[in-house]
């Protein structure tokens, strides 16, 4: 396949789309990281050249994925000084997949065109396992267009690809469905420790919830986690404090008042500040079980 491809960002998600890309046939001839011994590792893996700059992945690679942490990294990559991806860009398409303020994402289209690229919106609802097996939910934002002509890649990545609209409106979805999530994940931790302290079998009520209206994708993925303090990292609190504070801003701008979401908020960021972000979100079930770290 002709199209190269380029991976900025190269943690468990981003590492795991170019193995799959790989896979499928695609050439991954660029990876660059804020840790260089990673974006190194897994260029030996993939046949990748490992990149010293941001500005060597564009001039190495047609498309480029971004799969960084947060506002701030995502301007970093494309900043309009300095070294960028925006250096030599002319022609590239950048598919960004981080889970970013919707402004962000329509400044950064605004930057790749003003140097004669284009820029997509790729949100993925999906975690770790789904990035490697090809089975990400992807949400896309941007010119139509754009969309149609890096669709046969994405198609290898997600069994569910969805063109939402716009620059911008791909993260406003993908912040309300990471909005239900949180809340839902923190319903559960609390129905799972009340549950817990009043001495009911958490197998038991756990089998109830599946049946009745409690049922949830969350209780499928975290409620055994929960019960079982296993909370090996998938999606960490630390992002979904993150997340939170995105869909409240929404909120705010839009006039709303989100009583749910700004307390699910208070919810994980009391787990960062108790130093369990880095545990996935079940871990927000440690601050609602009784002699655990709540």
Request: glycine share 12%.
């Given at each position: 396949?002709?199209?190269?491809?380029?991976?900025?960002?190269?943690?468990?998600?981003?590492?795991?789309?170019?193995?799959?890309?790989?896979?499928?046939?695609?050439?991954?001839?660029?990876?660059?990281?804020?840790?260089?011994?990673?974006?190194?590792?897994?260029?030996?893996?993939?046949?990748?050249?490992p990149c010293p700059t941001l500005a060597a992945v564009t001039a190495k690679a047609e498309?480029?994925?971004?799969?960084?942490?947060?506002?701030?990294?995502?301007?970093?990559?494309?900043?309009?000084?300095?070294?960028?991806?925006?250096?030599?860009?002319?022609?590239?398409?950048?598919?960004?997949?981080?889970?970013?303020?919707?402004?962000?994402?329509?400044?950064?289209?605004?930057?790749?065109?003003?140097?004669?690229?284009?820029?997509?919106?790729?949100?993925?609802?999906?975690?770790?396992?789904?990035?490697?097996?090809?089975?990400?939910?992807?949400?896309?934002?941007?010119?139509?267009?754009?969309?149609?002509?890096?669709?046969?890649?994405?198609?290898?990545?997600?069994?569910?690809?969805?063109?939402?609209?716009?620059?911008?409106?791909?993260?406003?979805?993908?912040?309300?469905?990471?909005?239900?999530?949180?809340?839902?994940?923190?319903?559960?931790?609390?129905?799972?420790?009340?549950?817990?302290?009043?001495?009911?079998?958490?197998?038991?009520?756990?089998?109830?919830?599946?049946?009745?209206?409690?049922?949830?994708?969350?209780?499928?993925?975290?409620?055994?986690?929960?019960?079982?303090?296993?909370?090996?990292?998938?999606?960490?609190?630390?992002?979904?404090?993150?997340?939170?504070?995105?869909?409240?801003?929404?909120?705010?701008?839009?006039?709303?008042?989100?009583?749910?979401?700004?307390?699910?908020?208070?919810?994980?960021?009391?787990?960062?500040?108790?130093?369990?972000?880095?545990?996935?979100?079940?871990?927000?079930?440690?601050?609602?079980?009784?002699?655990?770290?709540?």
């Amino acid at each position: 396949m002709s199209t190269t491809i380029g991976f900025v960002g190269t943690g468990r998600m981003g590492g795991n789309m170019a193995r799959r890309l790989k896979d499928c046939g695609y050439t991954i001839t660029a990876v660059y990281d804020a840790h260089a011994t990673t974006a190194a590792a897994l260029a030996q893996e993939i046949g990748a050249a490992p990149c010293p700059t941001l500005a060597a992945v564009t001039a190495k690679a047609e498309l480029i994925f971004t799969v960084v942490t947060d506002d701030v990294a995502q301007l970093a990559v494309f900043a309009e000084t300095g070294d960028s991806l925006l250096m030599g860009a002319p022609g590239r398409t950048f598919v960004n997949c981080a889970t970013l303020t919707p402004e962000i994402h329509v400044e950064v289209e605004r930057r790749a065109r003003a140097v004669g690229a284009a820029s997509l919106e790729g949100c993925m609802a999906s975690s770790i396992p789904q990035a490697r097996n090809g089975t990400l939910y992807l949400m896309c934002g941007g010119e139509l267009a754009t969309f149609e002509r890096v669709k046969p890649v994405l198609e290898k990545l997600s069994t569910a690809l969805r063109y939402i609209g716009p620059a911008g409106s791909a993260a406003q979805v993908k912040a309300l469905v990471n909005l239900v999530m949180n809340i839902n994940t923190a319903g559960l931790a609390e129905g799972l420790g009340l549950g817990a302290a009043l001495g009911l079998d958490l197998d038991m009520l756990r089998e109830v919830f599946l049946q009745t209206g409690a049922n949830s994708q969350v209780l499928k993925t975290d409620g055994e986690d929960m019960q079982h303090r296993a909370h090996d990292c998938y999606f960490s609190g630390a992002h979904a404090a993150k997340d939170a504070g995105i869909a409240c801003q929404l909120g705010l701008a839009a006039g709303l008042k989100l009583p749910l979401a700004q307390a699910t908020k208070a919810q994980f960021d009391r787990m960062v500040a108790l130093g369990l972000g880095g545990l996935d979100k079940s871990g927000v079930a440690e601050l609602t079980f009784k002699d655990r770290h709540g």
